[in-house]
């Protein structure tokens, strides 16, 4: 039941088109630059600056204000729906699958965006670096093996994002549980 | 003796507008046989919606009894509510409430989505609500590609798409022209004949009476003939 919904969300997701890909477009930039900042963090020699806290500490709040403000968006857009759902016998919990599949669905897309990406940015950087010792001047390139992004600021990242908007969706859930269904008998002006 | 499917008793709703206390429903009684086809009729104001609203536990009383189809409701939680309406009733909207991003077919399905029920067995039960309809050509049409009368037969579909016992329907000719009004009460009416579903329609409509067996009156809150 529980998974028959989720994939009905997904459905609903995508063809919400203009929502959908402007919110994964901005995910997938949002984890991007939060998996890069993590990257500073675990991979350069000494202590972060106090630059680097303050941009680690930007993209997660950013992160977290999206999060909600998705979660909010697909609430208000679609207070008529899921007061109509409701007459017709969703409960609370039924409603609130809907939208976490919604919104994980997001974040795995621009998940699998920031990765496929990165995959290519490294092959064309990898290729430079390669072809680095033919030219002279960038002899010092050809020595660089460290990747873009490794796997721990990414799945960190990941795992952050997760945690997001499970927060967004536990904030909006007041929201959820107090939209009565009598809402639906409004008449559109 | 026939079955009792709605029974109200001495139903009281107020309601608080801008400092002054509307009385909605006052006193009513009222007793909604298996089967039958009630049109509820009263002026703009005089609480025709508020009654259906309470009869099909969108709304709970401030005071009095609402048994519907052996169950006791007016204090019933929303938990238990969703849980009666997803069985018993169906609703059927002025405004269709269509999902703009769901087929025809998808909007008749989406009830059961909850359920336990297998997706092909979901599908098959879709279909058949949408050939009782007359719709199962647009089966796979948006909303939005939909003319007023096949939303409207849409809506119908996926409110009986579960066999409920209560169908209510809160104007569900106030969008539509004068034959494709005619059309869905003719259907509704056929529905009510084949599959007995009781039906509640909420009206202001006076050429609608024609089409129940039974005219409940409203005015000021009360209802004034049953």
Redesign the interface.
Known sequence: MGLRLIGKSIKLAMRSRRRFIVFTLMYTVLMAWMASNFETFFYKEGDPTENEWLMLGISIVSTLILSILYAWIVINYRKREIATLKCIGYTNANIRTIIIGELMWVTFVAFVLVAEVLIHITAAITYFYSQAANFPGLEEYHQITRPLLSIWPITITLAMFIVAQVLGITAMYAKILKLRPIVALRVLK | MPEVMIKLENVQKEFRLRGNIIRALADVNLTINAGEFVIIMGPTGCGK?TLL?VMSG??LPDDGTVIVDGEKIERAT??RL??I???K???V???F?L????TAIENVE??L????LR?KEIEDRAIAALRKVDLLDRKDNLPKELSGGEKQRTAIA??II?KPRILFA??PT?NLDNEAARQIMELLKQLNKEMGTTMCIVTHDKGLVKYGNRLVEMEHGKVVKS
């Open positions: 919606t609203n969108l709304d929303e938990e969703s849980n309406r997803r069985r009733i169906g609703f909207f002025q405004d409430n999902v703009e991003n769901l989406a009830v989505w909850p359920g336990v997706s996926r409110a579960h809160d104007e106030g």
